[in-house]
């Protein structure tokens, strides 16, 4: 795997290894009530082994999507649904990283991206990564609350406030009902 900078540390507040009754005591919707950021003391989303690896993707595909497509289409917009706090931790190791949404903020290619913007269904993990995104200086960065299990409500934010075109809103919808949430 190409590296990219996550932004790794230990957290040592971490319980790790912890077996699927023990995350029911320590998250609540994968969000750790334990354990708070080594970086900068706010929430983190317990995740597996698997998470690094997703991110390491998501990335990827934007940096290479991005690049490719900014002289084909004006005002391109990155758009992720259940985006989380922006930090996370893997349960396993106990180490700390930055999740999607910082990865993607702090990409070099997001000078090609008209805006990034962030959905996830809960205010809290909302304010948190719009805090992170502040004291990242990511600009272009917002997160937005929106409820994914209603997608024509973060639809109507796009639309609204976005401006964004039918064909965005279509593959929007059909991405959230093909592919739906688990």
């Known amino acids: 795997m190409e590296s990219f900078d996550l932004n790794k540390v230990e957290n040592k507040n971490c319980y790790k290894k912890c077996n699927k009754n023990d995350r029911k005591a320590y998250t609540i919707d994968d969000m750790c009530v334990e354990t708070l950021s080594t970086i900068d003391n706010r929430p983190v989303r317990c995740v597996g082994d698997w998470a690094e690896e997703k991110i390491f993707y998501l990335v990827k595909y934007f940096g290479i999507f991005s690049q490719g497509?900014?002289?084909?289409?004006?005002?391109?917009?990155?758009?992720?649904?259940?985006?989380?706090?922006?930090?996370?931790?893997?349960?396993?190791?106990?180490?700390?990283?930055?999740?999607?949404?910082?990865a993607i903020g702090k990409h070099k290619n997001l000078k090609y991206i008209s805006n990034a913007l962030?959905?996830?269904?809960?205010?809290?993990?909302?304010?948190?990564l719009n805090d992170r995104f502040i004291d990242n200086k990511?600009?272009?960065?917002?997160?937005?609350?929106?409820?994914?299990?209603?997608?024509?409500?973060?639809c109507n934010v796009l639309k609204e406030k976005y401006l964004l075109t039918i064909l965005t809103l279509y593959?929007?919808?059909?991405?959230?009902?093909?592919?739906?949430l688990i």
């Open 69 to 102: 497509m900014h002289i084909r289409w004006n005002g391109l917009n990155y758009i992720e649904i259940c985006s989380g706090p922006g930090r996370c931790v893997n349960r396993d190791t106990g180490i700390e990283l930055d999740g999607t949404p910082l």
């Open 171 to 180: 593959l929007l919808i059909r991405q959230i009902v093909v592919y739906p």
């Open 138 to 154: 990511l600009e272009k960065a917002q997160a937005i609350q929106g409820d994914y299990y209603h997608p024509e409500t973060i």
């Open 118 to 128: 962030f959905f996830d269904i809960d205010n809290e993990i909302v304010t948190n």
